[in-house]
């Protein structure tokens, strides 16, 4: 006699049960939450690669810049934003035509001055995306404990409108620091940055809150390279 598998043919009419139904739930809200992640991850990348290579050429065409002024850096201002404008002393302004930027009118976007995190914010507007270090170490001496203050220093670019600051020499300003290598040409900003401990501009509310990468921001060196750096402006 052939006994019905009656169990067996009940659990295939019925379907998933709640129980079943809510780990495949679980499972496929894992997978999404897991892609989600990874996209997340590759697209912070990818947006820091695009910084370091924008901070990479603004090394080089401020080299091109050195090369056609006899030796002399631009003066500027510390906080540089990507916006042109014609009469500011400022690295977007005189290196916007080393960029491409031939007759650009005032108000024109320069993207390689505008840090991911510059661009993501809101109200950053009117504000400074990159932070020029003005001054650099030279040694031995006493270290003041902040890396946009040292002690003692040589100025890097000509300062506008400060007595004693005309425009310095690219040779006379790398042969007078420590090392190229060490010295950072500028950086990304954030209301953390350390250079904001003594000094509060006025545009500093506009300025993106944390870290450009989340856990570091980038800064240009020198020596023409570009690396991470933690919130204290440490090498990473």
């Given at each position: 006699m052939k006994f019905r598998n009656s169990h067996k043919e009940d659990r295939r009419q019925r379907g998933f049960t709640l129980v079943?139904?809510?780990?495949?739930?679980?499972i496929i809200a894992t997978l999404l939450a897991l892609g989600f992640v990874g996209l997340r991850t590759l697209k912070d990348k990818a947006s820091a690669a695009v910084d370091a290579?924008?901070?990479?050429?603004?090394?080089?065409?401020?080299?091109?810049?050195?090369?056609?002024?006899?030796?002399?850096?631009?003066?500027?201002?510390?906080g540089i934003s990507p916006t042109y404008r014609k009469d500011a002393v400022s690295l977007s302004t005189v290196l916007a035509p080393y960029l491409g930027y031939e007759n650009p009118e005032d108000g024109t976007f320069i993207p390689e001055f505008a840090a991911?995190?510059?661009?993501?914010?809101?109200?950053?507007?009117?504000?400074?995306?990159?932070l020029v270090h003005q001054f650099a170490y030279t040694g031995p001496g006493k270290w003041t404990g902040n890396p946009m203050r040292p002690d003692p220093y040589t100025t890097t670019f000509g300062y506008p409108g400060a007595s004693g600051r005309e425009p310095k020499t690219w040779s006379g300003v790398m042969s007078s620091m420590t090392s190229s290598a060490s010295s950072l040409v500028l950086s990304e900003i954030d209301k953390e940055h350390p250079e904001f401990k003594v000094s509060k501009p006025s545009w500093l509310s506009l300025v993106p809150e944390g870290m450009a990468h989340?856990?570091?921001?980038?800064?240009?060196?020198?020596?023409?390279?570009?690396?991470?750096?933690?919130?204290?402006?440490?090498?990473?």
């Amino acid at each position: 006699m052939k006994f019905r598998n009656s169990h067996k043919e009940d659990r295939r009419q019925r379907g998933f049960t709640l129980v079943e139904m809510m780990i495949v739930v679980v499972i496929i809200a894992t997978l999404l939450a897991l892609g989600f992640v990874g996209l997340r991850t590759l697209k912070d990348k990818a947006s820091a690669a695009v910084d370091a290579n924008d901070m990479r050429s603004i090394g080089v065409t401020l080299a091109s810049y050195v090369a056609d002024h006899n030796d002399r850096l631009p003066t500027t201002m510390s906080g540089i934003s990507p916006t042109y404008r014609k009469d500011a002393v400022s690295l977007s302004t005189v290196l916007a035509p080393y960029l491409g930027y031939e007759n650009p009118e005032d108000g024109t976007f320069i993207p390689e001055f505008a840090a991911a995190s510059w661009q993501k914010a809101t109200k950053a507007e009117g504000a400074p995306s990159l932070l020029v270090h003005q001054f650099a170490y030279t040694g031995p001496g006493k270290w003041t404990g902040n890396p946009m203050r040292p002690d003692p220093y040589t100025t890097t670019f000509g300062y506008p409108g400060a007595s004693g600051r005309e425009p310095k020499t690219w040779s006379g300003v790398m042969s007078s620091m420590t090392s190229s290598a060490s010295s950072l040409v500028l950086s990304e900003i954030d209301k953390e940055h350390p250079e904001f401990k003594v000094s509060k501009p006025s545009w500093l509310s506009l300025v993106p809150e944390g870290m450009a990468h989340g856990n570091y921001r980038l800064g240009l060196y020198w020596d023409g390279h570009v690396g991470k750096l933690d919130i204290d402006l440490n090498a990473m």
